[in-house]
Nanobody
Framework: QVQLVESGGGLVQAGGSLRLSCAAS????????MGWFRQAPGKQRELVAT???????YYADSVKGRFTISRDNTKNTVYLQMHSLKPEDTAVYYC?????????WGQGTQVTVSS
């Protein structure tokens, strides 16, 4: 059973930065995309950013220019660098690593941005 372990969440003031990491417990064959999602209290989980094996990226409009997704294919690890954080970025952040057949999810890490 593959586990994704996220780290890097925490409490930060508005305007601050955090870097999230998500590492797989073992190598996952056939990964074609990795991504970050978030879920704020009372809201649906939403896509934040994705990156393909080839390095193509996608960002939600709300985080463009502030967040950067990157990956280390040799370590099955995906990162999310977050700058200029806003209180509305407060949520539980989940990583996902996908093959053509499966999605693997992390357990989530809390990010809280104070005003």
């Amino acid at each position: 059973q593959v586990q994704l372990v996220e780290s890097g969440g925490g409490l930060v003031q508005a305007g601050g930065s955090l870097r999230l990491s998500c590492a797989a417990s073992r190598r996952i064959l056939g990964i074609n995309a990795m991504g970050w999602f978030r879920q704020a209290p009372g809201k649906q989980r939403e896509l934040v950013a994705t990156i393909t094996t080839g390095g193509s990226t996608y960002y939600a409009d709300s985080v463009k220019g502030r967040f950067t997704i990157s990956r280390d294919n040799t370590k099955n690890t995906v990162y999310l660098q977050m700058h200029s954080l806003k209180p509305e970025d407060t949520a539980v952040y989940y990583c996902r690593q996908s093959t053509s057949l499966n999605h693997f999810w992390g357990q989530g890490t809390q990010v809280t941005v104070s005003s």
